[in-house]
């Protein structure tokens, strides 16, 4: 492994970790909001990344994906969510699988103040290119986790607001396919599928969000 992989593993790290722990927070959070105290009690309403830490998850397959210099994939431990504790069981279940991934896009904004900040008060110094290239990739590995998160395949976020959202009979029928979905999801990512379907609309968010911050 050369140094420049070394160097890109120890500076997306602390982006990767965070921006699937808050994501993880994020659900429990909005679950105990909403009535299931499940993930307080068992200690996972937590921002402590050691909390939520998959070893897989979290830190072997999105660093041999840096490694590879492939699509960055990666999970940490699911927070339980107890639906029948929830007020409304499925417009709740919605708005927890929609936490997640609207934590990583405040995390994505997050990481762009980072940036800018990194020319205020530290331009053309030996902190800048390190923290700036931290900051890019903190944008860009949320985003990444939003969409990822929002694709209608179960049992990503994007497939509980499926789900939430049908009638139902069809509810029933598309929670049959929930065996599925990270299978499908794990065929996209070597055929370039998924690249082809999140590198759009991650370009066009992250080109608004540069905007924003003038970047």
């Known amino acids: 492994m050369d140094n420049g992989i070394i ?3 120890a500076i997306a790290i602390i982006p990767v970790i965070f921006a699937i722990t808050v994501h993880e927070f994020a659900h429990g959070w909005m ?3 909403l009535g299931d105290a499940t993930a ?3 200690g996972r309403l937590t921002l402590n990344p050691v909390k939520h830490i998959d070893p ?4 072997l397959v999105p660093g041999l994906l840096l490694a590879l210099g492939g699509f960055l994939f ?3 431990k699911p927070v339980p969510v107890t639906w029948e504790n929830l007020r409304q069981p499925r417009r709740d279940m919605m708005l927890v699988a929609v936490a997640g991934p609207m934590a990583n896009l405040l995390m994505a904004l997050f990481w762009a103040l980072i ?3 990194s020319f205020v008060f530290f331009n053309e110094t030996v902190f800048t290119y390190p923290l700036f290239r931290m900051a890019d990739l903190g944008v860009k590995i949320n985003l990444i ?3 990822l998160n929002l694709l209608p395949l179960l049992p990503l976020d994007g497939g509980r607001i499926t789900h939430a959202l049908l009638p139902p009979r069809l509810a029933y029928q598309y929670g049959r396919m929930e065996n599925w979905g990270l299978v499908l999801i794990l065929i996209m990512i ?3 599928i998924l690249a082809m379907i999140l590198l759009p609309p991650m370009q066009a968010i992250t080109s608004i969000i540069f905007g924003l911050f003038a970047l």
Do not use: E, F, H, S
């Open 7 to 9: 160097q890109l593993i």
């Open 31 to 33: 679950a105990n909001q």
């Open 40 to 42: 307080r009690m068992m």
């Open 56 to 59: 897989v998850g979290t830190v």
């Open 74 to 76: 990666g999970w940490a």
């Open 115 to 117: 940036m800018k900040l």
């Open 145 to 147: 986790l939003m969409l």
């Open 190 to 192: 070597p055929t370039g």
